[in-house]
């Protein structure tokens, strides 16, 4: 069983950064893949980024690509997002989750609650 607690959502103007955390508890954190998800209103689900259990292999949505990086410290359990050059297409509510069905989609074992970020024009 795996607890994931997201912080470091707000609002940002477009342009700007933010760093979300994740913060994880529980056996196994250290051995599953973990992900970021966002979903914006009025739309599904969307796969934002994928890092392996070690950190080293990662893979982005093509949304994404080039502005947005993920990461992970075992030590501290925790995965972070570090967004960059945020669009107002980038406002969603973003979850972390932990051990993938289906690599680089939104099926996931285990999920945090979701944290807003609101990117204004």
């Known amino acids: 069983q795996v607890q994931l607690v997201e912080s470091g959502g707000g609002l940002v103007q477009a342009g700007g950064s933010l760093r979300l955390s994740c913060a994880a508890s529980?056996?196994?954190?250290?051995?599953?893949?973990m992900g970021w998800i966002r979903q914006a209103p009025g739309k599904e689900r969307e796969f934002v980024a994928h890092?392996?259990?070690?950190?080293?292999?990662?893979h982005y949505a093509n949304s994404v690509k080039g502005r947005f990086t993920i990461s992970r410290d075992n030590a501290k359990n925790t995965v972070y997002l570090q967004m960059n050059s945020l669009k107002p297409e980038d406002t969603a509510v973003y979850y972390c989750?932990?051990?993938?069905?289906?690599?680089?989609?939104?099926?996931?074992?285990?999920w945090g609650q979701g944290i807003q970020v609101t990117v204004s024009s």
């Open positions: 989750a932990a051990r993938p069905r289906i690599l680089f989609s939104t099926f996931y074992d285990y």
């Open positions: 529980g056996r196994t954190f250290s051995g599953s893949a």
């Open positions: 890092i392996n259990w070690s950190g080293d292999s990662t």
